[in-house]
């Protein structure tokens, strides 16, 4: 029976881990408690105790992001340094050089230094996580779903205007290469389904 309660305990403080906090002390008294009690040798009950803690210590995966290829994370740091390096020094040159493909505007325009620095500051922040992807999906999930937006209006908007068909070929195409490179190499998360059972949150 004790040692049934000591299995018992050993769930309870793991699905703790996994949930409150702060349940965690509690669940861990018990199971002490419960190990006293038992007929196990001390032995028995310190390896017991430390296979649970050593449980409790094992590195989880992240918010149940998935990293089965080191290779494809390394790729991932390539682009980012890649796109961000585009973003932050090459998007006003493009304007000056292919203005047909990546311009605008005809003549004095304010537009092109507004786009030009929040683009800037996007290719500055996608620099900074190529140190540690894993730790800014959600700015690489904007950078995706940001370009695949902007990259459609300025597709209708080109279709729609005949002297900004060039852009078919410069800005809008550039756009959807770079949100299919990020998505096509940023980790997914384990759906609920398919994930471990001892991974899943309670």
Known sequence: ?????????????????????????????????AA????????????????????????????GVIVDDPARLRYLRIALVVIGAIMTFAVYPLMVVWPAGWA???????????????YATLGVFLLRAARDPLAHLSLIGF???????????MAAQSFATPGHRGHLLGDVPALFVIAAVLAFLTPRAASRASRPLEERPT
């Open 143 to 153: 950078t995706v779903w940001s370009s695949v937006v902007h990259g459609a209006i």
């Open 104 to 118: 605008w505007h005809s003549g004095h325009s304010d537009y092109p230094l507004m786009i030009v620095g929040i």
């Open 36 to 63: 006293a009690r038992s007929d196990l040798s001390p032995g028995l009950q310190a390896a017991r105790l430390a296979r649970i803690l050593a449980g409790f210590a094992r590195p989880r995966r992240d918010k």
């Open 1 to 33: 029976m004790l040692r049934y309660n000591i299995a018992k305990c050993e769930e309870k403080f793991q699905l703790a881990c996994r949930a409150r906090v702060g349940e965690i002390r509690s669940i861990a008294c018990q199971i002490m408690f």
